[in-house]
């Protein structure tokens, strides 16, 4: 099983990005799905997650400007990004919860937000 993420780019400031992230190979269930994105010289965060039952998380630092969402039926997952900040670049990893201590993640891609 894979993550394959797309959708990262360059934005100025109040711009928007939408990121996607689609598990390939055989999985045979719907998994939890989530963004964590990490900067330069700063440790990995996480940003918004979709539990068992989609319920949702977003990092504090969200505060409403970001929506994750899942394709019906499908472990393929989107982070809507609005009102985007130069605090907000960073590489974006896709992660997915396959079993206990039985995590995958995606290749990265890159965000970049200029002033």
């Known amino acids: 099983v894979q993550l394959q993420a797309s959708g990262g780019g360059s934005v100025q400031a109040g711009g928007s990005l939408r990121l996607s992230c689609a598990a390939s190979g055989s999985i045979g269930k719907i998994v939890p799905m989530g963004w964590w994105r990490q900067a330069p010289g700063k440790v990995r965060e996480k940003v918004a997650h979709?539990?068992?039952?989609?319920?949702?998380y977003y990092g504090e630092f969200v505060k409403g400007r970001f929506t994750i969402s899942r394709e019906n039926g499908k472990n393929t997952i989107h982070l809507q990004m609005n009102t985007l900040q130069p605090e907000d670049s960073g590489v974006y990893y896709c992660n997915a919860g396959l079993g206990p201590y039985n995590d995958i993640w995606g290749q990265g891609t890159q965000v970049t937000v200029s002033s």
């Open positions: 979709l539990g068992f039952y989609d319920n949702t």
